[in-house]
């Protein structure tokens, strides 16, 4: 699974690097104003995969509790 997320991951991150910067003869070329809002970008990425991670963290957690232990919880608190 972790060849699977590493490769999505890089390509996605490969394609902000190329949406926000130029190809030229010695390579990629960036503006400062490219830079910046790669860097937003980059940011709202890393954002949004921590959240899906602290998503998915809180389904396993509930998911592995046993059943019982989850409609007593629901109990008590009423």
Do not use: C, W
Not at 2 to 27: D, N, P, Q, W, Y
């Amino acid at each position: 699974m972790r060849g699977a997320m590493e490769s999505v991951t890089k390509m996605a991150l490969e394609e902000m690097i190329a949406s926000h910067s130029k190809e030229s003869r010695f390579g990629y070329v960036m503006s400062e104003e490219n830079m910046k809002e790669l860097v937003d970008t980059l940011y709202e990425f890393f954002e949004t995969s921590r959240s899906l991670k602290a998503a998915g963290d809180r389904m396993l957690q509930q998911g592995t509790q046993p059943q019982g232990a989850r409609s007593s919880a629901g109990r008590m608190g009423r």
